[in-house]
């Protein structure tokens, strides 16, 4: 049956065939269990919003997690990738607010459990967008494995581990400062707070003593705290401030008397050195009244408003407050100065509202022990990072780290597992609803309204996926994963809590065999590969704001998703962002169509083949008869192994480069046109010959297809099947094997020879465009070379012809050819018998570039090679090759300045 692709190639009209495929033959599912293979290559997918749609970021994450993935499954691991969502309890519960809020209603006027129904019923129709997109550009992930952060079995697994850490005494609740969101109403951590530069006022405050024999002029950014001021406190070795220790100063406005106390926080060079202190309003001041024992006034309620009963101010906006509080300590002429200060500004990534430090009650996980371990984990080599770089970030961090805050004050969410007691004031912590506190036995007991920190369910993924706190066959085969792939911005946010939760709870979870599991074992992943960021083509960030976003679907639509990936691949470096432009695509968009060509090339002399009753076995042994099946042979093998080292260190632009190199030129530009002088199918032709030469172009194009699968897998599908014309001998090739490179098949020799063959032709093809001749006309060539490239030569007459486009060639023993047709290289000199009006002016100009270039080269060799500092430090090969360079310049110099002199004779 004739091979029938269409003449050009249309992505749309394979890739959503072969994505369905792929997701309805549950080709990439796994099983754990007693067949499970020795040899798991496990990733988690880092969980996308709920909410969320693809954007260029999840692309190249996903493209370069993909490649990996496909590839170890090729090299015979069982590969799987988890995919799943996140409930993203701030982004999603804002998004529903708003669609309340369009339709005349608000979540309170609905109540939590109406909320939370709604959010669900949103959820099942408009939830998980971003993973049906990643199906229809071929994640090769195991979709029965697909999770949602709150799913029944995840909520069981989240109220376990939280009961656990309280009972051992690691999760604990009480009042302390927080960063406040006035708009979500909620606490968010230090992690989901963004610093701003802003130019704000510094202002100069006077506080009157009490019994009216002085003053302190205090420094504040927020006057408008000076309300919850409960005390002002000095340097105990600021000598200005001496006479005041102990003391009472009248709070202005308020008229509240307040104790001048010394402590060491007060910095004498800041402002005036005496610091107003506002323990419920400023995480310092809050460690200072906790030394000092003083009261704790919270003077704002959840909108930031002030709350202050009887108080000109109560109510206002803490803005509008502070205009007016400003304004009355002027009209009292308390207020001193007022200067422009540089400040850092908190804001909140979701809200983007100016944090407030509140005093408020909230649940905390002591995580000093747990960081310990996960310090141990990295330290010890249990973990590595690529680029290396981020381990010290790491430890930066987490030798830093402050005690975890894991509520929120919102509904949607891992509602907390705690109750308390009316009667007693006791919580009870229970996994089940309990039927009464447990400290007094009083059935007057209320849920914790606080939902847990989204980061908190997806920080236990890596084993809860696996089906813990049960021992699963799951957690024995699968954990701990090998990869996580994932981006800087969530370092400390999932990636450190995951390798803290994993060095905890597993350490519980015994081995396969039932011995106990150390930590080891018991890390989340064994390597944290950390890629770099996509910019737009001028290398900014993407924004909305800039209007520089780009829509990968949009762009995938256009181009086609294989061209999108290889783009994405060709410029992944490992700690280099992506400079992501349209060009590129557009390039490997091209790439794709030289494939599809060469299909259409191979598939038609195959069907010729079949005609003239010529045969071929893709398992036969290579054909080695001629060189450019040799040489075929050892550069696809040699490009396979350096493949495979590239991906072993996540050099992904340099393996998508090796096989860009070796598909395009080795393959296309040259074997396909030197073996077409093999395909002969007339009735006086060797059929043999015929055969060999047709088997070695098909079984190396099959092989050059699965080492391009991980990068394009939709048009190495489609041809792959069309090789085997539908019965190929596995599913998929994405389920065959990788090209290894057997090194008994790399000939170092056979792939010099073509190297100089190739020079020779390519040497000839410039000599030919510099004469201007017509591309259908030949000529006679002469050749000067040594013995070794003149057998070469003659050895191969028929492919020098053909690609060179000469008529002839000979090797005189006098050379008689001007200049104008000579081209000389450090190996050899070739000549052709075309007649031309020479254009000596022309010509002196075009050897005069050539010979200011060679001397660049000399100049810049000679200063390098002079250079002991660099002699010192270079690698050797580089200052080998650096000679090598300079005294081939040197040589060309030479013959430029021959060619020179010639000229002028004619001139």
């Known amino acids: 049956m004739p ?109 939590r459990e109406a909320f939370i129904a709604r959010v669900w019923q949103w959820k099942e129709h408009y939830g998980g967008a971003i993973l049906e997109q990643m199906k ?73 003593l009490a019994d009216g024999t002085g003053s302190i002029v205090i420094a504040t950014t927020r006057p408008e705290t000076m309300l919850g001021d409960t005390a002002v406190a000095v340097n105990p070795d600021d000598e200005r401030y001496r006479a005041f220790h102990g003391k009472k100063l009248m709070l202005p406005l308020v008229n509240r008397e307040i104790p001048v106390v010394t402590d060491a926080w007060a910095n004498p060079e800041f402002g005036t050195g005496a610091v107003k202190v506002t323990p419920a309003h400023d995480p310092n001041d809050f460690v200072i009244g906790e030394r000092h024992n003083l009261p704790q006034l919270n003077i704002m309620d959840e909108r930031a408003r002030i709350n202050l009963p009887g108080s000109p101010y109560h109510g206002m906006d803490r803005y509008a407050a502070r205009e007016r509080i400003v304004e009355d300590l002027r009209a009292l002429g308390l207020l001193v100065d007022v200067k422009d200060h540089s400040m850092a500004i908190g804001l909140s990534q979701r809200s983007g509202a100016v944090v407030e430090p509140r005093l408020s009650t909230q649940w905390f996980i002591k995580i000093q022990p747990l960081a310990d371990k996960a310090i141990a984990a990295v330290e010890q080599g249990y973990i590595r990072f690529t680029p290396a770089q981020y381990a010290k970030t790491y430890f930066e961090w987490m030798r830093n780290i402050h005690d975890w805050c894991i509520s929120r004050q919102l509904w949607w969410g891992h509602r907390i597992p705690a109750w308390h007691c009316e009667a007693c004031r006791q919580t009870t912590v229970a996994k089940e609803t309990p039927p009464q506190c447990a400290h007094c036995d009083s059935r007057q007991i209320t849920q914790e309204t606080d939902v847990l920190d989204t980061w908190f369910s997806s ?54 065999d039932g011995s ?37 679907i949009e762009i995938v639509e256009r181009y086609g998703t294989d061209a999108v990936r290889f783009t994405f691949a060709a410029m992944a470096s490992p700690g280099t962002d992506i400079a992501f432009s349209e060009s590129r695509i557009e390039g490997y968009r091209a790439f794709a169509n030289k494939i599809w060509n060469a299909a259409r090339f191979i598939f038609m002399n195959v069907d010729r083949a079949a005609e003239a009753g010529i045969k071929f076995d893709l398992n036969a042994a290579v054909n080695t008869s001629t060189i450019e099946a040799r040489w075929i042979t050892s550069r696809l093998n040699a490009t396979a192994g350096e493949v495979n080292e590239a991906l072993k ?13 070796f598909f395009w030129g080795d393959f296309c530009d040259w074997y396909l046109e ?6 002969d199918f007339s009735a006086e032709a060797d059929k043999a010959a015929t055969g060999a030469a047709l088997n070695t172009l098909v079984s190396t194009f099959e092989a050059a297809l699965r080492l391009l699968s991980p990068f394009m897998p939709f048009i190495t599908e489609e041809l792959w099947h069309a090789v085997y014309e539908g019965k190929p001998p596995a599913e998929s090739i994405a389920l065959s094997r990788y090209p290894q490179g057997d090194a008994k098949l790399i000939d170092a020799d056979i792939e010099a020879e073509m190297t100089q063959l190739q020079e020779l032709i390519v040497t000839i093809r410039a000599l030919r465009k510099d004469l201007d001749m017509p591309e259908r006309e030949t000529a006679a060539a002469e050749i000067s070379a040594t013995d070794k490239i003149q057998q070469l030569a003659s050895a191969n007459t028929d492919v020098i012809e053909k690609l060179a486009r000469v008529s002839a060639f000979t090797f005189p023993a006098q050379w008689s050819l001007g200049p104008a047709n000579t081209r000389t290289t450090t190996g050899f000199t070739v000549g052709l018998t075309y007649e031309k009006q020479i254009d000596v002016a022309a010509e002196r100009e075009r050897l005069k570039k050539k010979l200011e270039q060679y001397e660049k080269v000399l100049i810049n060799a000679d200063r390098q090679l002079q250079n002991e500092a660099f002699l010192a430090k270079a690698p050797e090969k580089i200052v080998v090759g650096l000679k090598k360079q300079a005294s081939e310049a040197a040589a060309l110099r030479q013959e430029t300045l021959e060619a020179m002199e010639k000229l002028e004779q004619l001139a």
């Open 649 to 661: 260190n996540y050099r992904f632009d340099e393996a998508a480069n090796l096989v860009y190199q």
């Open 516 to 552: 106990e599991r150390d930590l080891k074992d018991a890390v989340p992943f064994r390597e944290v590969y950390i890629h770099a960021l996509v910019r737009d083509a001028e290398r900014q960030k993407m924004s909305k704001t800039k209007g520089n976003v780009i829509d990968p």
């Open 136 to 208: 229809r550009l071929g994640a090769s992930v195991d979709w029965s494995r697909e999770y949602f952060t709150m799913d029944e079995r995840l909520s069981t697994a989240v109220k376990e581990a939280f009961v656990r850490l309280y009972e051992q005494g690691l999760i604990y609740r009480g009042k302390y400062i927080v960063n406040w969101d006035p708009v979500q109403e909620t606490a968010v951590s230090d992690l989901e707070v963004t610093h701003e530069e802003r130019t704000g006022k510094l202002y100069h405050i006077r506080y009157q």
């Open 674 to 679: 030197i073996v077409k002088l093999r395909l």
């Open 459 to 512: 920080g236990l993924l890596p084993f809860t996926v696996f089906g813990w706190p049960e021992h699963t066959r799951d957690l024995d085969t699968f954990y701990p994963t090998q990869l996580l792939v994932t981006g800087f911005d969530i370092l400390f946010f999932w990636v450190a809590r995951m390798i803290m939760l994993g060095c905890h709870f597993m350490l519980d979870i015994p081995m396969p």
């Open 3 to 111: 091979h029938e692709l269409p003449k050009a190639y249309d992505p749309a009209a394979i890739e959503d065939r072969w994505a369905a495929y792929w997701v309805n033959e549950r080709l990439f599912h796994t099983e754990s269990g007693e067949s499970a293979p020795v040899l798991p290559f496990t990733v988690l997918l880092p969980p996308p919003n709920v909410t969320g749609n693809l954007h260029m970021g999840h692309m190249f994450e996903h493209t370069e997690t993909d490649i990996l993935v496909r590839w170890r499954r090729m090299l015979g691991e069982t590969a799987l990738w988890v995919p799943g969502t996140d409930h993203a309890g701030i982004a999603t519960q804002m998004l529903v607010e708003r669609q309340v809020v369009s339709e005349g209603t608000s979540r309170r006027e609905m109540g």
